[in-house]
């Protein structure tokens, strides 16, 4: 068989899209599929709804109070089921985070029942599936997941990446849409460490994703405001950070 006739495992195939770009922008009907052949997404319905329970960021050095999260961290073993760690910090070096790093950030954590479901399972397997192609050497997972919503209004700015186009300071990161509502811009911009803008999407529909390779990418989003002004305003992200477990190192 010549190189033509050589097919790759579709994991392969966003692999290699990583590896030789540093990220790939995909949709959520494309995606989706390759998500479940690690498991169900069949209580979507319940996991999107908890993101009507998420609470004000209270560390946001703009003084902006658009933003609400939870967090929660994970360990993922290679061929194992996630296993979720004691609530702890978020922590970002200035290096990576000029505007609210530098100090340990204690946020509400991401409620258990959601941690343990079938999506958050399922999709914090099928990235370390992904990321276990292109790091083969990495045996287990240092997995933080953020629930981000971003609450626009037609009187403040809400800027989902205050801090500008960033790197996270982790291996690899996955950005999944959940639902977006009234909600106009937002779009995902990805640039080289020199600053040129490689490339834009908008995530528009739920499981378009990001997903990026840290240690060479930039990302940010452009800010959102309301298309009806008078009508609620709210894009919901899911961000789940991939770092080489410290135990491992």
């Known amino acids: 068989m010549n190189s033509s006739q050589i097919t790759l495992d579709p994991l392969e195939s966003i692999a290699a ?6 990220y790939a922008l995909m949709s959520g009907i494309d995606l989706r ?7 169900s997404l069949a209580d979507w319905s319940t996991f999107s709804a908890s993101w009507g329970d998420l609470h004000i960021d209270p560390y946001m050095a703009d003084g902006g109070r658009y933003r609400r999260r939870r967090h929660a961290c994970f360990a993922i073993d290679k061929d194992a089921a996630p296993r ?3 609530h702890q910090a978020h922590y970002q070096s200035l290096e990576y985070n000029r505007l609210n790093g530098g100090i340990p950030r204690w946020f509400s954590p991401i409620d258990t029942r959601v941690c343990e479901g079938g999506s958050m399972q399922t999709i914090l397997r099928f990235g370390a599936r992904l990321f276990e192609t292109l790091a083969p050497d990495i045996t287990r997972w240092h997995c933080e997941a953020h629930q981000f919503r971003i609450e626009a209004s037609p009187n403040e700015a809400a800027q989902p990446t205050p801090e500008g186009a960033h790197r996270d300071g982790v291996d690899y990161v996955l950005v999944l849409l959940i639902q977006r509502h009234n909600i106009a811009s937002g779009t995902t911009q990805i640039f080289n460490s020199g600053g040129d803008e490689l490339g834009s999407f908008t995530l528009a529909e739920p499981l378009d994703a990001a997903i990026i390779d840290d240690h060479r990418i930039f990302h940010g989003v452009t800010p959102v405001a309301p298309t009806q002004p008078d009508q609620a305003s709210f894009r919901d992200v899911l961000v789940i950070t991939y770092s080489r477990h410290p135990a491992t190192a």
């Open 17 to 22: 899209q990583i590896s030789d770009h540093g």
């Open 33 to 39: 599929p390759h998500i479940e052949r690690f498991g």
């Open 84 to 86: 979720l760690a004691p």
